[in-house]
């Protein structure tokens, strides 16, 4: 296969902005993978406008709020079809702030393993996606795993920008070196890898083999060590000329990075949070975070557990943009909506309110286990 250079060449007017990416396709794919978009060809302003009012027609998109839009998906290669459409309609409606969020620990089958039998993958969060029950429950690896396969994909989705103009930044630099590791082969992984905590060197992942791009000569080399040490002891910084940046199940910590980079390199460049779960941070330093984390991030795409609490079993999803379900999966049968909102999403009450106004007979006997309900929910 000829080696793709990673710094690929394009007009600087699309570098500018991350609007010239909104025509995205799928294409063939790799086995591992699920999504690959085509490129965008390099075009000025008025022929990406001409192209976003052709966007619906491409994709065949309904019209927000549709409840046809609020179907469930299948299995997990649906689930990341309908994610890649909803991060499409985003970005045509000028979303640069996007959250995204897949069902914990959701196996995604892109680092695939000898002994997994299920090539297609379930999105059941605390069963590793097997059809077998694990009596190893859900670890830090299976997380970590998890968290990098959905950044896999996403990183693969943006590709036609060039790898120099995509970021994906995790927590640390253990698991930033991870993604280094896994995705080094993968000439479709291109991009930068980075760490908001970061104690060693970061670094470009690109070209055939997956190695750092050397530079030639002394003072050159010099210069490199001197700028990464210059990095590594001051705040975090999105390399120059980055349209997407994603943000790899960030927490609480690395909310305040994230704030901080928003406000210093604007709308202009698109920042996806992938599984920042947001609803479990209470607390915000300042009124301006709360705003940007729970009103200026756009919830793209979700597929979670409801609290249990108010509705046992159940799911709360949204495809943008479409409105929010609230779902049961009975052991019998398809999955069944239960209610759907426009506008924010379901609360605790909203949802014990919906859940209770299940009919009776409907109602299956005895209490089932969360992790039984996800684990069959795609079957």
């Known amino acids: ?10 007009p600087s007017s ?3 902005g991350w609007l010239c990416i909104t025509l ?6 790799p086995s591992h993978a699920f999504l690959t978009p085509t490129s965008t060809s390099p075009s000025t302003s008025a022929s990406a406008a001409t192209q976003l009012r052709m966007i619906g027609k491409v994709f065949g998109g309904g019209g927000s709020g549709d ?17 890649r459409e909803a991060v499409q309609k985003g970005l045509e409606d000028r979303i640069s702030r996007m959250d995204i969020e897949m069902p914990v620990g959701a196996k995604f089958g892109v680092e695939e393993k000898s002994s997994s039998k299920n090539k297609r993958g379930n999105l059941s969060s605390l069963t590793d996606g097997s059809d077998q029950q694990d009596d190893s429950g859900l670890t830090m690896e299976k997380l970590d795993t998890s968290n990098r396969e959905l950044a896999r994909l996403f990183v693969e989705m943006f590709q036609p920008l060039g790898g120099q103009h995509i970021c994906a ?16 082969n993968d000439i479709s992984a291109e991009c930068n890898i980075m760490a908001i905590d970061r104690k060693g060197k970061r670094g470009i992942l690109g070209g055939k083999k997956g190695k ?3 530079v030639k000569g002394f003072a050159a080399k010099l210069a490199e060590e001197l700028e990464e040490d210059s990095i590594a002891s001051g705040p975090f910084q999105l390399p120059k000329g980055t349209e997407v940046a994603m943000f790899v199940a960030p927490g609480p910590k690395e909310l305040i990075a994230i704030e901080r980079i928003c406000n210093e390199v604007g709308m202009g460049t698109c920042v996806i949070l992938l599984n920042a779960r947001l609803y479990l941070n209470e607390k915000y330093a300042t009124n301006e975070a709360r705003k940007l984390f729970s009103e200026d991030f756009v919830p793209v795409w979700s597929l979670s557990a409801a609290p249990q609490e108010s509705a046992p079993g159940c799911l709360l999803h949204r495809a943008y943009p479409g409105p929010w379900v609230l779902a049961r999966k009975p052991k019998v049968g398809p999955p069944k909506t239960i209610a759907v909102k426009e506008g924010e999403k379901f609360s605790g009450e909203e949802c014990a309110d919906a859940y209770g ?10 209490t089932e286990k969360l992790a039984e309900n996800l684990a069959g929910w795609f079957k």
Not at 68 to 81: F, H, N, R
Request: include cysteine.
């Open 1 to 10: 296969m000829k080696e793709v250079p990673l710094d690929r060449k394009r």
């Open 14 to 16: 699309c570098r500018r």
């Open 24 to 29: 995205l396709t799928i294409v063939a794919v």
């Open 67 to 83: 409840r046809k839009d609020a179907q469930l998906p299948k299995d997990i290669k649906d689930a990341i079809s309908k994610c």
């Open 169 to 184: 930044v995790f927590n640390d630099e253990y698991l930033a070196d991870q993604a280094r590791q896994r995705w080094s």
């Open 212 to 214: 750092q791009k050397k």
């Open 357 to 366: 106004k299940i009919e009776v007979s409907e109602l299956e006997k005895g």
